[in-house]
T-cell receptor, first 115, second 115 residues
Framework: SAVISQKPSRDICQRGTSLTIQCQVD?????MFWYRQQPGQSLTLIAT?????????ESGFVIDKFPISRPNLTFSTLTVSNMSPEDSSIYLC????????????FGQGTRLTVV | GNSVTQMEGPVTLSEEAFLTINCTYT??????LFWYVQYPGEGLQLLLK?????DKGSNKGFEATYRKETTSFHLEKGSVQVSDSAVYFC??????????????FGAGTRLFVKA
């Protein structure tokens, strides 16, 4: 299993600003995922982050809004840019379990409120 | 693409009542199936899983059986406790387009258990 640390754990931001969320894993992983959980909703995959290449975004998410960095095998960042109240959500990072039979591991999440 | 459908909540039960949360999936092939739980104020954690047809996952008194013929993975517990109050997510694992295995979540079902 992997231990995933996310920070900040929560933040309140002004609209129009940007927030960068950090995700640190205690072991080297090839692939990391970023999810969004809007209030009362399920988790939606934003993008897949591979070390050494550009992130792959899911339908409805774009790099300009959610730029992702993956500088090494244990770390990734997600930036929420030009925020609006609709971006208020919990953002979670996760690591690739490595095979289909293994569960995913998640960070504790970053609770973002945009005012 | 693959998808997961689970019953809408919230579900409100009295302590010691029987719980069923329905979950069905659409997938090509035979994915692994999972139930995750999110307790108030906590991160997402695995509750149980099943990796092939007719497998039964179980944990903390919860059970779910992988039914290929009905493409279902219903969650059950014979006697719920107040401490079971949480949001429950049915999920499956699928191979991502860029490699790795990403998790597809159902909408989540909030359970309230009254003393």
């Amino acid at each position: 299993s992997a231990v995933i640390s996310q920070k900040p754990s929560r933040d309140i931001c002004q609209r129009g600003t940007s927030l960068t969320i950090q995700c640190q894993v205690d072991s080297q992983v090839t692939m990391m995922f970023w999810y969004r959980q809007q209030p009362g909703q399920s988790l939606t995959l934003i993008a897949t982050a591979n070390q050494g290449s550009e992130a792959t975004y899911e339908s409805g998410f774009v790099i300009d809004k959610f730029p992702i960095s993956r500088p090494n095998l244990t770390f990734s960042t997600l930036t929420v840019s030009n925020m609006s109240p609709e971006d208020s959500s919990i953002y979670l990072c996760s690591v690739d379990p490595g095979n289909m039979n293994t569960e995913a591991f998640f960070g504790q999440g970053t609770r973002l409120t945009v005012v | 693409g693959n998808s997961v459908t689970q019953m809408e909540g919230p579900v409100t039960l009295s302590e010691e009542a029987f719980l069923t949360i329905n979950c069905t999936y659409t997938a090509t092939g035979y994915p692994s199936l999972f139930w995750y739980v999110q307790y108030p104020g906590e991160g997402l954690q695995l509750l149980l899983k099943a990796t092939k047809a007719d497998d039964k996952g179980s944990n903390k008194g919860f059970e779910a059986t992988y039914r290929k013929e009905t493409t279902s993975f219903h969650l059950e517990k014979g006697s719920v406790q107040v401490s079971d109050s949480a949001v429950y997510f049915c999920a499956l694992s699928e191979k991502g387009g860029t490699g790795g295995f990403k998790t597809i979540f159902g909408a989540g079902t909030r359970l309230f258990v009254k003393a």
